[in-house]
């Protein structure tokens, strides 16, 4: 059974760093072939996907976070963080971590385990 667990400051000041670990049990992050993703859900809003990173240790982030996000691991530890730079009140939001993997069944990506969530706030 794969785990994950967020961690990281609940409280950023705006034009900071935000930066979250997932901690990942169950299973290695570089097993062949699923996606680390990183996801927000800001208030009253829906899901938004921030970023992954692959197996391979490849990147991909959303478009609109592009400039601002970063995403790396530590393969030692079984861990990715995320990193979004300048932040701001808009930025506050639910942190999610979770794993993907191509389902053949739907012949399509989904997401299969999560972790809790963490709540980040930006303000000053």
């Known amino acids: 059974q794969v785990q994950l667990q967020e961690s990281g400051p609940g409280l950023v000041k705006p034009s900071q760093t935000l930066s979250l670990t997932c901690t990942v049990s169950?299973?290695?992050?570089?097993?062949?072939?699923?996606?680390w993703n990183w996801i927000r859900q800001p208030p009253g809003k829906g899901l938004e996907f921030v970023g992954n990173i692959a197996y391979s240790g490849s990147t991909y982030y959303s478009p609109s976070l592009k400039s601002r996000t970063s995403i790396s691991r530590d393969t030692s530890k079984n861990q990715f963080t995320l990193q979004l730079s300048s932040v701001t009140p808009e930025d506050t939001a639910v942190y999610y971590c979770?794993?993907?993997?191509?389902?053949?069944?739907?012949?399509?990506?989904?997401?299969?385990?999560w972790g809790q969530g963490t709540q980040v706030t930006v303000s000053s």
């Open positions: 979770a794993r993907s993997g191509y389902d053949t069944r739907i012949r399509g990506f989904t997401y299969d385990y």
């Open positions: 169950g299973g290695s992050i570089t097993t062949n072939y699923y996606y």
